[in-house]
Each structure stands twice: as structure tokens, then as C-alpha cells.
């Protein structure tokens, strides 16, 4: 379901069926708690070892937890209309008048759009092992994420093909780490973007039937699982104590 | 080939190992041996070990020798889950 708020502006997208709302805002919580995990992790080891490389993939998922808040800020929204009648959500109705349901959830969703594909872009350019030397190459970069997330708002699509190319660069990425770590752990996160990028495929095509979007977001479940369980099996390691 | 420098936490890291491969008490030559280091740079690292509480100097029938504390322990784990951690995401 598309809802023009404004025309030519931003607008409110819907494509979960009726039975399968808020189902999608708890995998997205999921995908949140993951993100998080991530974030808090890959900070402590920038705390620890001060390499760079530790901060920018704590950004990167900082940026994608963002991603996934605002959507499911913008959501919830629509599926939970009373929320703006509670004693913050009619305050805020108060001061911006003319904040609707769908008005939340278009801007929700430009953030989204826009979280996601930094997010992504900056794990693309960590994993490309590019440095700030290669200053040019982020700004313009980071350019195009602006642009992409800008003609989101009328073409959803692009986003979810932009987001598909950059998880297709990452994923390969993995692919080669793979080959050349050969490590358990590594071999899931490959798995984990590579489910990651088919959920994006499906994501494209979700205008088309509200069941896509369902298998989408199962997908993408799945994928943030995947990304789980080497951060588990890193922290079963128990230490090792001599007699 | 290109062979990388070790940085400062991986040569800690290797004087740890080495330790810890021993059953946890080293002599200072075989030390010297498994840490690939000159002695004064080795010296420098196990002054930083004492200091942090990673390693202690006992003497055993006279001869100095060098044991891992608990600290240590959980050092080498962190810094063991982090390089696992950084493998897997190819940081």
C-alpha cells in the first residue's frame, strides 16, 4: 500500500499484510538487539587495541541499529495509531500539528533509507580496506548515498537495489575473507550477508505482493541470525588455565 | 611474501603464548627464543608484564623463571577473541 502524504514528497509506505503487522517490527527489534550487540562489541576493541578499524564497524552498525529504529518508529505508527494518543505522542501532536500517521512514517522511512545505505556504504569501505587516504573516493561515496536515499523517497525500489549492489560487494568480500581465513566463524558471516543480500532481492519486489514482503522479512531473520551465532562461538571460547 | 610487523598487543600476546604453551612458567632464554625478540626489547615487554600484573618473576632452585598470573589469562582471551572477532568480519 503506497500513501502520498504530500504530493511529490515523501510517502508513506505499507506492504505488510494486516495479519503480519508488528510481526515485522519484532524482527526488526532482532535485528536491532544484533546490530547492538555488534556495536557495544566492536567499540570495546576500538577501547582496548585503539584501531580505527574497530570504530568504524561499530559506526557502521551504529548506523544500521538507527536504520532499524526508524522503521520501526514509522511502522508502528501506522499500525499502532493510539500510540499518538498517549501522553508523549499527543504532546508531540500538540507541537507539530500537523504530524499524521503517515507523515511519521514517511520521514521514518527517509531515515531509514538513509541509515541503511551509510551503514552498509561503511562497511563496504572497511571491508575494501580504503583508508581516509582515499578521501575522494568516500566523499563521493557517501554522495551517493545522499542521492540514492533522496530518489528512494519517490522510486522505494532504488533503495532496496542500491542496498542489493553494496551487500553484493560486501558479500563477496566475505567470500574472499572466507577462502582465506577458512575459519567457522567466517564461513557464517559469509552466509549471513548472503542471505542478507536475497532478502534485499526480495525486498525490490514486494510492491508486487504483500506474501514477498512476508518472505523478505523472514529472510532477513534469518540472515541476522546467521550474523549472531559467530559472535556467540567467539564468546564460548573459555579460557585456557594451567594447572 | 609481505610479512607484517607485529604490533605492540601481538607481541604481548606472543610472550603470553609462549608462557602459556609452557604450562604457564617459562626460563627467560627459552623466552628469548620463542618471542623472536632482542633482549632488550624482550626486557622492555616483561617490565610492562610485571608491571600489569600478567606474569610474575619467582626463582625456582635458584633460577629465575617467569609464571602467568590470571591476568594474563584473561588478556590472552580478549585479545584472542578480538583477533577472532576482527578474522571472521575481515576487519
Not at chain 1, 161 to 185: D, R
Request: hydrophobic content about 50%; glycine content about 4%; some cysteine.
Amino acid at each position: 500500500m503506497v500513501f502520498e502524504s504530500v504530493p511529490y514528497g515523501p510517502r508513506s509506505y505499507v506492504f505488510s499484510p494486516k495479519w503480519f503487522y508488528g510481526f515485522d517490527s519484532i524482527i526488526e527489534f532482532i535485528a536491532v538487539i544484533v546490530s547492538i550487540l555488534l556495536v557495544y562489541y566492536s567499540y570495546r576493541c576500538f577501547r582496548l587495541t585503539k584501531e580505527n578499524k574497530y570504530l568504524y564497524f561499530s559506526t557502521a552498525f551504529l548506523s544500521i541499529t538507527l536504520a532499524f529504529i526508524a522503521k520501526i518508529i514509522g511502522t508502528l505508527a501506522i499500525y499502532k495509531p493510539v500510540i499518538t494518543r498517549t501522553a508523549l505522542g499527543s504532546t508531540i501532536h500538540q507541537t507539530f500539528t500537523s504530524l499524521t500517521p503517515y507523515s511519521i512514517n514517511a520521514i521514518a522511512l527517509i531515515i531509514h533509507f538513509f541509515f541503511m545505505l551509510l551503514g552498509f556504504m561503511i562497511l563496504f569501505l572497511i571491508i575494501s580496506k580504503l583508508s581516509w587516504k582515499n578521501q575522494r573516493v568516500i566523499v563521493l561515496l557517501v554522495y551517493f548515498v545522499f542521492l540514492a536515499t533522496w530518489i528512494s523517497v519517490i522510486h522505494y525500489q532504488l533503495f532496496y537495489v542500491t542496498s542489493f549492489v553494496i551487500l553484493l560487494l560486501v558479500t563477496y568480500s566475505y567470500y574472499q575473507n572466507y577462502m582465506e581465513i577458512k575459519s567457522e566463524k567466517a564461513r557464517f558471516v559469509l552466509i549471513a550477508f548472503g542471505i542478507l543480500l536475497v532478502s534485499q532481492a526480495f525486498f525490490v519486489f514486494v510492491i508486487y505482493s504483500k506474501t514477498i514482503y512476508v518472505l523478505a522479512e523472514l529472510i532477513q531473520l534469518l540472515g541476522f541470525i546467521y550474523l549472531l551465532i559467530p559472535f556467540i562461538l567467539i564468546f564460548k571460547k573459555k579460557p585456557k588455565r594451567v594447572k | 611474501m609481505i610479512v607484517k610487523r607485529r604490533g605492540k598487543l601481538e607481541i604481548i600476546a606472543d610472550i603470553l603464548r609462549s608462557i602459556q604453551n609452557k604450562e604457564g612458567k617459562i626460563k627467560p632464554t627459552h623466552l628469548l627464543y620463542k618471542s623472536n625478540l632482542s633482549h632488550a626489547k624482550l626486557m622492555e615487554y616483561v617490565d610492562i608484564l610485571l608491571e600489569k600484573g600478567m606474569i610474575e618473576e619467582r626463582l625456582v632452585k635458584g633460577k629465575k623463571m617467569f609464571f602467568m598470573k590470571d591476568q594474563g589469562h584473561k588478556f590472552l582471551l580478549e585479545f584472542e577473541r578480538i583477533k577472532e572477532f576482527s578474522d571472521s568480519f575481515g576487519l
